[in-house]
Nanobody, 123 residues
Framework: QVQLVESGGGLVQPGGSLRLSCAAS????????MGWYRQAPGKQRELVAV???????HYADSVKGRFTISRDNAKNTVDLLMNSLKPEDTAVYYC?????????????????WGQGTQVTVSS
């Protein structure tokens, strides 16, 4: 099976920074993309940032210029550096991986999710 384990959430003051990390482990054949989503109370889960294995990135407009996503393809990890944090960035942040496993000789591509890590921006 595949596991995504996140770390790095917490409480930070407005204008501060946090780094989230996520490591994927298990019987992974290949990873297409890894990224981060977030869900604030009463809102739908939304994409924050994603990076393909080829290095192509996409950011939500609300975080462009403040957040930076990075990956280590060899280690199957993805980080999210969050600068100039705002109270509206408060949410549970989820790591996501679009990857392929091999099962009974077949390649199966699926989405996997981490358990979520709380980020709270407040003075």
């Amino acid at each position: 099976q595949v596991q995504l384990v996140e770390s790095g959430g917490g409480l930070v003051q407005p204008g501060g920074s946090l780094r989230l990390s996520c490591a994927a482990s298990g019987s992974i054949f290949s990873i297409v993309a890894m990224g981060w989503y977030r869900q604030a109370p009463g809102k739908q889960r939304e994409l924050v940032a994603v990076m393909s294995s080829g290095g192509i990135t996409h950011y939500a407009d609300s975080v462009k210029g403040r957040f930076t996503i990075s990956r280590d393809n060899a280690k199957n990890t993805v980080d999210l550096l969050m600068n100039s944090l705002k109270p509206e960035d408060t949410a549970v942040y989820y790591c996501n991986a679009d990857l392929t496993i091999v099962r009974t000789g077949m390649r199966i591509r699926s989405d996997y999710w981490g358990q979520g890590t709380q980020v709270t921006v407040s003075s």
